[in-house]
Structure formats: structure tokens, C-alpha cells
């Protein structure tokens, strides 16, 4: 091999092991543009409806965008805080009473002593390293005011970043189109539209499904008369966006803590998570993905274990878009390499020598 050969061949893989690295450095801040495009991907459709109406100017319309999504926020605040604040404080004011229950092994925690022997668990390690070796303290305290400072700037972080997206992310990708050649930008604007229609499509669908199965939830919950009920309902609609796996944690988990209110509670919430499951993947998603995300049910397993994979929830979250991107990139290039034989195969039966002759 020549050397001009192997040193590019080296220089390669050093300039792959580079964007590794510079990735896996700035992988929180990739995560937050990847939350933003998923934002902005599904605001835009509203901005767009909006500039078909009459607005004159594209920041008018995400500025109008913008005031009623955070119009409705507040408006959700309004509404759910206030109860999950007075069910937190009562959950809080019945602390002791679940602490004597598992004291004496009675109600439905005392399994934890019957069983487990927590009681004197608790005892042996406060004995032999007090409070801070059984909870931790100091590392958690530092740990959970990291991770609410860092909630806090990824949220006005991803805000912004999504308000300039709406604005400006037009013209960014009609400057990539006007720097592709002539011959072939008709082709590359059919693509891009094409995966906005399929990414577009997967996050609004997704989104607009959560919310079905967050406040199914909570309504089920509410009547059943199970501890917290918005908050375990928005704990559905979260994990509800994660694909595959994601409804059937949030089924351990809201039924684990309905079973502990009664027994006739955790049936009749796990029988209704099970329900709305089957509905949610046999009737809500194919009406709202059919005509958008065309995957296979395999396609879509695969590319979600990779996903999760390489960057575990936001992986998993944004596999299936990925997935349909690269889907519509292949059936391009396979449309084009049959258009170009198509083509060829007509040039040669053009000038052949009998028909010359």
C-alpha cells in the first residue's frame, strides 16, 4: 500500500475518533438540541398554519405560538399544582402514621417489617454509621441541587434554542438547499419535505398521544381515590413517551403504588393501563402514524434498542424518527438509481446502429 494511502486511512480514523470524543463531551448539550428540533418540529405546523391565515411576518406567528403554548402551561400549572401540592402535604402528614404501621408490621406497608425486617435494618446502619451512611446525605443533597440548577438551565436553555429554531430554521435549510446544485435540488427539497412530514409527524402524534394516556390516567386514578393522582398521571404520559418499554414501567410502577392504597385500586389501574395499551398500539397509533412513520414493527424494535443504546431515553425517544429519516433517504436513492438505469437503458435503445441507420 502506498503511504499517501495509509496516512489518509490513519487520518480517517483519528477524525472519527475526534467527533466521538467532541460528542461524547458535549452530549448533555446535544441532547438539549435534539429536545428542541423534537419542540420545533412540533410547533411548526401551528406556525405555519398561522402564517396561511394572514399573519404577515414568520416571527408574529411564533411569537403567537409562543404566547398560547405558554398560556396553556401556565394554565395546566393552574390546574394540577395546587392538588399534587395538598397531595404531597398530605402524603407528608401521614409519614408518621405509615412509620408506625411498618413499626408495629400492620396496614399495608407492614410487610416491610413482617417480612423484610426493615425496622432493625434501619437500626444497624444508623447504629453503625449514622444518617449520612444510611441516606447519603451529602452526596444526595449536592446530587439533587445539581440536578435541579441543571433542570433549570436546560429548560430556558431548550426555550430559547427552540424560539430560534421557529424563527430562523427556514431560511437555514433553504441556504443548505441553494448551496446543492441546480440539477439536483428539486430532488433534495422532495426528501426534506418528505422526512419533515415523517419526523413532524412521529413528534406531534407522540406527543398528543402522552397526553391521552397521562390524563386517562389521572382521571382513573382521581375516582379510584389513589395518593396522587396528577402526578402519577403525568408519570404516564412521560414514560408513555418512551416507545416499547415505556407503558409497561409506567404499569409497575402507578400499579406497585395502587396495590398499596387497596387491592381492588391496583386491579382496576392495572387492568386500565393494560387496556389502553392494546388500544393505544392497535388503534391511536396507526391512525395517527399511518400516514406518517411507515416503519415495521421490527424496524421500529431495532432501531429503539439502538437507540437506547447509544444514549439511552432521548436515544430511544428519537429512534423512531431517525429511523423514518433514514427510510426515506434509502427509498430516494433507490428511486434515483432506478430513474437513472431507466435512463440508460432508453439512451442505449435511442442510438443504437439500427435506429441511426
Known sequence: MRSRTVLGVIGIVLAVLLLVEIVLISKQVLSWILVAVFLTLALNPLVEWFLRRGVKKRGYSVGIVYVIVLALVGLIAYVFIPPLVDQVNNFVDKIPDYIDDITKGRGSLGFLETKYHIVERVKKALSEGGAARLFGFTGTALSITKSVVTIVIAAVTITFMTFFMLLEGPSWVERFYSALPNRSQSRWRTVGRDIYRTVGGYVLGNIVISLIAGGSATIVLYILGVPLPFALGLLVGLFDLIPLAGATIAVLIVGTISFLHTIT?????????????????????????????????????????????????????????????????????????????????????????????
Open 265 to 357: 385500586a391496583g386491579i382496576v389501574v392495572v387492568a386500565f393501563l393494560l387496556v389502553y395499551q392494546q388500544l393505544e398500539n392497535h388503534i391511536l397509533q396507526p391512525v395517527i402514524y399511518g400516514k406518517t412513520v411507515k416503519l415495521s414493527p421490527l424496524t421500529v424494535f431495532i432501531a429503539v434498542l439502538i437507540g437506547a443504546a447509544l444514549a439511552g431515553i432521548l436515544g430511544a425517544l428519537a429512534a423512531i424518527p431517525i429511523a423514518g429519516a433514514i427510510q426515506v433517504i434509502i427509498h430516494d436513492l433507490i428511486r434515483e438509481r432506478a430513474h437513472r438505469k431507466h435512463a440508460e437503458r432508453t439512451a442505449v435503445a435511442t442510438f443504437t446502429p439500427e435506429a441511426t441507420l
